[in-house]
């Protein structure tokens, strides 16, 4: 079964009804003091449960529905590094590289990449204790699939449930939380290096300044974790990266509601997240940076 988590804009906004109602207004103070502490322990469930800890494949590779950007080589992380992970952080971490990689050249159908990949992941996934996702009804299935970039996605969809329903079942919310930021790191760094040229018309540009938001809860995520050795190093390892993403500026917008085609009402706007040039140059060389010393092993 695929897990369906919370998502974050309704965190969000959970968080922000909260902050207007303990604003409210002294002589409510008391009355609503049980009912805000109720609602406080229910958003913080929220967070701990549902939080979107593990991009799906479709959702980290929408972006590939742009015409103008292609698949390029020598972008995804050398097979050749695994023999640099020696310790469970580097291993879990670099776990979610190689996975966005898979999912990253499925996304264009690139079997044989994507081929490599999955083995590299299948090792890792031994090395921390989750090798039993890694079935041999999937491994048929990934050896047989040749040269079709539909059932190349369906498979690295199928997997990142397969481990989000495994590690969720085992408690694992470290693990899941490292594999969440290696998986994110490797699609950024993809993405950024994905786009030539500057252009704020660029739906592209838009999506790597909404990663803001993605930045943001990410880290909180690491902070509550942070008594872990692992987690901490991770932390500062981000840091950069978040403070990068700290210097965007967000604009308010026009409400609008459009309609899908399954004929759901969508309501937009209220927030746009700005990024200039200067502000796209600082985290492509930022994320760069960041991905390449993990994937390196070089921070520790």
Same mark, same amino acid.
Do not use: H
């Given at each position: 079964?695929?897990? +369906?988590?919370?998502?974050?804009?309704?965190?969000?906004?959970?968080?922000?009804?909260?902050? &207007?109602? *303990?604003?409210?207004?002294?002589?409510?103070?008391?009355?609503?003091?049980?009912?805000?502490?109720?609602?406080?322990?229910?958003?913080?469930?929220?967070?701990?449960?549902? $939080?979107?800890?593990?991009?799906?494949?479709?959702?980290?590779?929408?972006?590939?529905?742009?015409?103008? &950007?292609? $698949?390029?080589?020598?972008?995804?992380?050398?097979?050749?590094?695994?023999?640099?992970?020696?310790?469970?952080?580097?291993?879990? =971490? /670099? $776990?979610?590289?190689?996975?966005?990689?898979?999912?990253?050249?499925?996304?264009?159908?690139?079997?044989?990449?994507?081929?490599?990949?999955?083995?590299?992941?299948?090792?890792?996934?031994?090395?921390?204790?989750?090798?039993?996702? $890694?079935?041999?009804?999937?491994?048929?299935?990934?050896?047989?699939?040749?040269?079709?970039?539909?059932?190349?996605?369906?498979?690295?969809?199928?997997?990142?449930?397969?481990?989000? /329903?495994?590690?969720?079942?085992?408690?694992?919310?470290?693990?899941?939380?490292? =594999?969440?930021?290696?998986?994110?790191?490797?699609?950024?760094? =993809?993405?950024?290096?994905?786009?030539?040229?500057?252009?704020?018309?660029?739906?592209?540009?838009?999506?790597?300044?909404?990663?803001?938001?993605?930045?943001?809860?990410?880290? &909180?995520?690491?902070?509550?974790?942070?008594?872990?050795?692992?987690?901490?190093?991770?932390?500062?390892?981000?840091?950069?990266?978040?403070?990068?993403?700290?210097?965007?500026?967000?604009?308010?917008?026009?409400?609008?509601?459009?309609?899908?085609?399954?004929?759901?009402?969508?309501?937009?706007?209220?927030? +746009?997240?700005?990024?200039?040039?200067?502000?796209? /140059?600082?985290?492509?060389?930022?994320?760069? *940076?960041?991905?390449?010393?993990?994937?390196?092993?070089?921070?520790?």
């Amino acid at each position: 079964m695929k897990i +369906k988590a919370t998502p974050l804009y309704a965190i969000v906004a959970a968080s922000a009804l909260m902050t &207007l109602q *303990s604003c409210a207004g002294d002589s409510n103070n008391q009355n609503n003091q049980q009912q805000q502490e109720q609602e406080q322990t229910q958003n913080n469930q929220t967070n701990e449960n549902n $939080f979107y800890l593990i991009p799906s494949p479709e959702d980290l590779f929408a972006f590939t529905k742009d015409k103008n &950007l292609q $698949f390029v080589p020598g972008l995804t992380n050398p097979v050749e590094n695994i023999d640099k992970y020696i310790d469970v952080k580097s291993k879990e =971490i /670099n $776990f979610g590289t190689y996975t966005a990689d898979m999912a990253y050249s499925a996304a264009f159908g690139k079997y044989q990449e994507s081929l490599k990949e999955f083995k590299v992941v299948r090792q890792i996934s031994d090395a921390i204790g989750i090798g039993n996702v $890694f079935n041999q009804s999937l491994v048929n299935r990934i050896e047989n699939v040749k040269e079709d970039r539909d059932s190349l996605k369906q498979i690295s969809s199928d997997i990142y449930y397969d481990i989000q /329903n495994f590690l969720d079942s085992k408690n694992r919310a470290k693990t899941m939380t490292l =594999i969440s930021t290696g998986g994110w790191l490797e699609f950024l760094y =993809i993405v950024v290096n994905s786009v030539d040229k500057y252009s704020e018309d660029n739906p592209t540009i838009q999506r790597i300044a909404d990663q803001k938001i993605i930045c943001d809860n990410l880290m &909180l995520r690491l902070e509550q974790q942070q008594a872990d050795p692992g987690i901490k190093a991770t932390i500062t390892d981000l840091t950069p990266l978040k403070v990068a993403f700290d210097e965007l500026t967000v604009e308010n917008t026009q409400a609008k509601a459009s309609t899908s085609n399954s004929g759901a009402i969508k309501v937009g706007g209220g927030m +746009k997240i700005k990024m200039t040039e200067n502000n796209f /140059n600082k985290i492509k060389e930022t994320i760069t *940076s960041v991905r390449n010393n993990i994937t390196i092993n070089n921070v520790k």
